[in-house]
């Protein structure tokens, strides 16, 4: 059964950049998407974006259009997100998920695997 | 705010039945059959319980069941039980930008 690791807490400064990873354990990316979802002290999960590893395509919110970038190595079965500019908004649990399928509006599909959550902390 | 509506709360006693709603819109809930459900326990990780409107992943218990009416979603779960008590999210494929819209969460309290 595949899990997702995700890695550890980050506090950063606004203004500066995060990069979170997301890799497949017990398992590969060979035939799913992985998305990221967030969610801010006291909101709700917010779908950010995905990606299919192994076409490399990605999709975005388009709130995050611009300021985040997803990838992905297929070969560690690694994925990442990155959110240039942060700003204090941007405190939150993020978490990678996975959707067992490869076709190009995966988004439309539950997500039935989730990394631990990272919590990124944005303070001066 | 978040783009699909649910209550703040509902509560039951062990072993009765309770419903979590999840309005939306045409564009959204109304418009296709994406509804998604997930539970959550503090700390931890979102679970699927429920994809495409109805359908129960491997492992989910029968008494976890869900429905769909114009732009409203429904959960029911029935036998309520202690380790039912968690937060519950819908979501659903939205035809705007956003592409994926939640619900705010509904926690579940066991009385």
């Known amino acids: 059964q595949v899990q997702l690791v995700q890695s550890g807490a980050e506090v950063k400064k606004p203004g500066s950049s995060v990069k979170v990873s997301c890799k497949a354990s017990g398992g590969t990316f060979s035939s799913c998407a992985i998305s990221w979802v967030r969610q801010a002290p006291g909101q709700g999960l917010e779908w950010m974006g995905g990606i299919i590893p192994i076409f490399g395509t990605s999709n975005y919110a388009q709130k995050f259009q611009g300021r985040v970038t997803i990838t992905a190595d297929e070969s560690t079965s690694t994925a990442y997100m990155e959110v240039s500019s942060l700003r204090s908004e941007d405190s939150a649990v993020y978490y990678c998920a996975r959707t067992p399928t490869v076709i190009a509006n995966y988004y439309y599909y539950g997500m039935d695997v989730w990394g631990q959550g990272t919590t990124v902390t944005v303070s001066s | 705010q978040s783009a699909l509506t649910q209550p703040a709360s509902v509560s039951g006693s062990p072993g009765q039945s309770i419903t979590i709603s999840c309005t939306g819109t045409?564009?959204?809930?109304?418009?296709?059959?994406?509804v998604s459900w997930y539970q959550r326990h503090p700390g931890k990780a979102p679970k699927l319980m429920i994809y495409?409107?109805?359908h129960r992943p491997a492992g989910v218990p029968d008494r976890f069941s869900a429905s769909k009416s114009d732009n409203t979603a429904s959960l029911a779960i029935s036998g309520l039980q202690a380790e039912d008590e968690a937060d519950y999210y819908c979501?659903?494929?939205?035809?705007?930008?956003?592409?994926?819209?939640f619900g705010g969460g509904t926690k579940l309290t066991v009385l």
């Open positions: 495409e409107v109805s």
């Open positions: 979501s659903s494929y939205t035809s705007s930008s956003t592409l994926v819209v």
């Open positions: 045409s564009s959204d809930v109304g418009g296709h059959n994406s």
